[in-house]
């Protein structure tokens, strides 16, 4: 009786854990893979992923990490200037598509609710620093993480604290962009 009383209590706080990653892309986010495994299964982000390829990044976002990834769907992708994508994806850009996408990329595994705090400790603002060598501002608005880019573009985080074995995903509405 133990045993199947323990066996039921596990399976359904396992289930419990599950339930609390939200689904992205129409794909389930598993917590136990990293971030291309999960990436590649979301509808919302073949741009991402085709970019993630082009630019020779699948091996170090599937690393240890920890890595947060703000990652633009493909309607954030489709905001930016006809041909853009295009152009970005030919292997003479590289240097640049390599340079956009780290610049979605933070060294750390924050949390929507940690980036709140930070906000919310420097005033409103928080300067965010990605392995891409950008500075971006972290902000919140009606209870929403917002980024702010090098040009002044801002990013809304539509699904936050999507875990995965190496870091988390924040689904955003906004391809971020460095400093000219």
Do not use: W
């Amino acid at each position: 009786m133990k045993f199947r009383l323990a066996t039921a209590i596990l399976a359904l706080t396992a289930g419990m854990a599950f339930a609390e990653n939200p689904m992205v892309g129409g794909a389930a986010m598993y917590e136990d893979k990293n971030i291309v495994e999960n990436a590649v299964n979301s509808a919302d982000h073949t741009t991402l992923v085709a970019a993630v390829q082009a630019a020779g990044l699948v091996e170090t976002l599937s690393g240890a990490g920890p890595f947060t990834v703000f990652a633009p769907t493909n309607e954030a992708f489709a905001k930016l200037p006809a041909g853009t994508v295009e152009n970005l994806l030919k292997p003479e850009n590289k240097d640049t598509l390599v340079k956009i996408l780290t610049c979605h990329v933070v060294a750390a595994n924050a949390m929507s609710d940690a980036i709140t705090k930070m906000v919310a400790d420097d005033g409103g603002k928080h300067t965010v620093k990605t392995v891409g060598g950008c500075e971006f501002t972290a902000m919140t608005k009606d209870g929403k993480v917002m980024i702010e880019d090098g040009q002044g573009n801002v990013a809304t985080v539509t699904i936050a604290d999507v875990k995965q074995s190496n870091g988390v995903i924040h689904v955003i509405d906004t391809v971020l962009l460095p400093a000219m």
